[in-house]
C-alpha cells in the first residue's frame, strides 16, 4: 500500500505538472486569443472605415464624371456656336468691305458730278438757259442704279443678319458682343 501510495503521488506529482503545464499553455493560447480579436477587431474598423472613404470617393468619382460630361457637350455647343459667329464674321467683313469700296466709288462719281455740275454752272452762266447734256443724264442714271445696287446689298446683309440671328441664342449674340 505504501508502494501503492508513493506510486500515486508519483502520478498525481505528474499529473500536476501536466495540469500546470496545460494552465500556462491555455493563458498563453488565451493571450493569443484575445490579442488576435483586439486586432480583428482594428481591422473591422479600419475596413469600414475604407469603405466608408472608398463610398465618398466614388460618389466624387461619379460626380466629376457628369459634370466632365456636361463641360464636354457645353464646349461641344460652344465650338458651334463659334463656327457660325466666325462665319457670320466673315460674311459682316466681306460685305463691310463691298459697301466701302461701293463709297469710294460713289464718292468718286460724286466728285467727277460736281465737277461737271460746276463746269456745267459756269457755262450756264455764261451761255445761259441750256438743256442738260446726254453725258451728265448718264451720269445720273449711273448713280441711281448704283445706289438701287447698293440698297440691295443693304438689304440682303439684313436679312441674312436677321435669319442667322433668330437661329442663334441670346447667350452667343451676348459672347460674341462681349469679345468685342
Known amino acids: 500500500m505504501k508502494q501503492q501510495e508513493v506510486q500515486l503521488k508519483q502520478q498525481l506529482s505528474l499529473y500536476m505538472d501536466k495540469f500546470e503545464e496545460f ?3 491555455m493563458a498563453k493560447s488565451n493571450e493569443l486569443f484575445t490579442t488576435f ?7 473591422t474598423k479600419k475596413i469600414k472605415k475604407l469603405e466608408k472613404e ?12 457628369k459634370v466632365l460630361l456636361q463641360m464636354a457637350e457645353e464646349k461641344a455647343v460652344r465650338d458651334k456656336e463659334y463656327k457660325s459667329f466666325q462665319i457670320k464674321l466673315e460674311r459682316l467683313e466681306k460685305l463691310c468691305r463691298a459697301l466701302q469700296m461701293e463709297r469710294n466709288e460713289l464718292r468718286e462719281q460724286v466728285e467727277v458730278l460736281e465737277e461737271r455740275v460746276s463746269v456745267n ?6 451761255a445761259g438757259p441750256v438743256i442738260p447734256s446726254c453725258t ?6 449711273e448713280l441711281k442704279s448704283t445706289f438701287s445696287k447698293t440698297r440691295r446689298v443693304c438689304l440682303d446683309a439684313e436679312l441674312e443678319g436677321a435669319n442667322e440671328t433668330q437661329s442663334s441664342s441670346k447667350d452667343s449674340l451676348y459672347m ?5
Open 121 to 126: 454752272a459756269v457755262d450756264v452762266d455764261l
Open 176 to 180: 460674341v458682343s462681349s469679345r468685342h
Open 37 to 43: 480579436r483586439q486586432e480583428m477587431e482594428k481591422m
Open 54 to 65: 472608398m463610398i465618398i470617393w466614388r460618389t466624387k468619382w461619379e460626380n466629376n464624371n
Open 23 to 25: 494552465q500556462t499553455t
Open 136 to 141: 451728265a443724264l448718264a451720269s445720273q442714271k
